[in-house]
């Protein structure tokens, strides 16, 4: 079964599948390039990839209305006592919520609390990657040896992330069948290259306006 994967600006991801509504790094009431507000989208499943507030953005709001946190353990035990439903995890680990696999992949990155991640969404036929926030790391290459992914959101904005040079490697080494840049043009600093990028990755290289949806 096909999944349907929106980019709603910055690191913003929603997929739905046949039965799933799975919202990443639900930034959008600030996000200056958000193209959904939290009251027009729905998700069973918070995957939050690390506690910066252009990440965490309107977790709580989702997490209210019935989403089942997914994230570092340290996080999700805060929101677990706060009454909200978790599936703690962390880095190397995968498991199954109903029926969707879901892997917790390293990231290179800084974080307030827990650690700095990335997630493979993972159903009976399809694979999707969202780096989270990350410096070009060797375990992306593990990724390669691991999993068949067939779509992966990667940042490119430079400065806190990897820029387009280095994402374009990053390409290489997940061996994705195809690319979604993002965290890039959201601010002046990290406008980033997504020209470049694009001339770098060639066809697999999917430049997706905030709002645009791809089909996996
Ligand atoms: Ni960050
Ligand atoms: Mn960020």
Redesign the pocket.
Known sequence: MSIKATWLGHSAVWLETSNHKILIDPYLTDNPMASAKPEELSADLLLLT?D?A??LGDTEHFLKNGATFVGVFELAMEYGNKGYTVEPMNIGGSITVDGVRIHMTNAL???EKGD?AGFIVETEDRQIYHA??TALTMDMRLLNEFFNIDLAFIPIGDR??MGANSAARAVEWIGAQRVVPIHYGTWPPIAGEPERFAQLVGSRAVMLKPGESVNV
Do not use: E, Q
Request: overall charge negative; cysteine-free; glycine content about 8%.
């Open positions: 690390h910066h252009d990440h990155h800084s974080y700095a989270g926030d806190f992330t």
